[in-house]
């Protein structure tokens, strides 16, 4: 199994380009997410994914769109791309057991510069 | 409020030492309980899950408590090895399917000789 897999591994992005980070994970999991880490402020939750065709906003979604049209893919858009979004974004995967989600595997990230 | 916060140190602390980390949430429906460790620059990965009854890894333990909503992390015997930034996750329930799963602001520790 590849687990969970991230491209690009490093981005540069000029300011008002639109891109799409990548997330794919071969372990048939239902849940996925991604994640953006800045200096200081842990990991917060963008957009997660129950299962293909479910999608729902975290904690920080402004700026980003995601679909999830497959079990594998988890694709994150940026549309229009601000020097705030400048950050290191993590994919994870995840599955249920009991009526929860357990522990999640993570991406190697991505890191993006906005200038 | 944050929905899950904790103490984001930095610990500083001599090898041997034994050093407590606490998380606290604000979901008394969360379901499911994690503490992750991330080395600098790197992915987050599960350094155990938090069960009801306490458990225990090694010189790791974790514990919840459910009626104060809140999980901790126990380290004894620190190792030089053992600096890293530790994460608690939560799994919060609503929204949907079985909710979401978020992550406090990290505790970083740091192990001297």
């Known amino acids: 199994n590849a687990g969970v897999t991230q491209t690009p591994k490093f981005q540069v992005l000029k300011t008002g380009q639109s891109m799409t980070l990548q997330c794919a994970q071969d372990?048939?999991?239902?849940?996925m997410s991604w994640y953006r880490q800045d200096p200081g402020m842990g990991l917060r939750l963008i957009h997660y994914?129950?299962?293909?065709?479910?999608?729902d906003q975290g904690e920080v979604p402004n700026g980003y769109n995601v679909s999830r049209s497959t079990t594998e893919d988890f694709p994150l858009r940026l549309l229009s791309a601000a020097p705030s979004q400048t950050s290191v974004y993590f994919c994870?995967?995840?599955?249920?057991?009991?009526?929860?989600?357990?522990?999640?595997?993570f991406g190697p990230g991505t890191r993006l510069t906005v200038t | 409020r944050k929905e899950v916060e904790q103490d984001p140190g930095p610990f500083n602390v001599p090898e041997g030492a034994t050093v407590a980390f606490n998380c606290t949430y604000s979901?008394?429906?969360?379901?499911?309980f994690f503490w992750y460790r991330q080395d600098c620059r790197k992915e987050p990965k599960l350094l155990m899950s938090?069960?009801?009854s306490g458990n225990e890894d090694g010189r790791f333990t974790a514990q919840l408590n459910r009626a104060s909503q809140y999980i901790s992390l126990l380290i004894r015997d620190s190792k030089l090895s053992d600096s890293a930034t530790y994460l608690c996750?939560?799994?919060?329930?609503?929204?949907?399917?079985?909710?979401?799963?978020?992550f406090g602001q990290g505790t970083i520790l740091t192990v001297h000789p």
């Open positions: 979901n008394s429906a969360s379901q499911s």
């Open positions: 938090v069960y009801s």
């Open positions: 994914s129950v299962g293909a065709g479910i999608t």
């Open positions: 372990m048939n999991h239902e849940y």
């Open positions: 994870a995967s995840s599955y249920s057991i009991a009526g929860a989600w357990d522990e999640q595997y």
């Open positions: 996750v939560v799994n919060e329930a609503g929204g949907t399917s079985y909710g979401k799963l978020t």
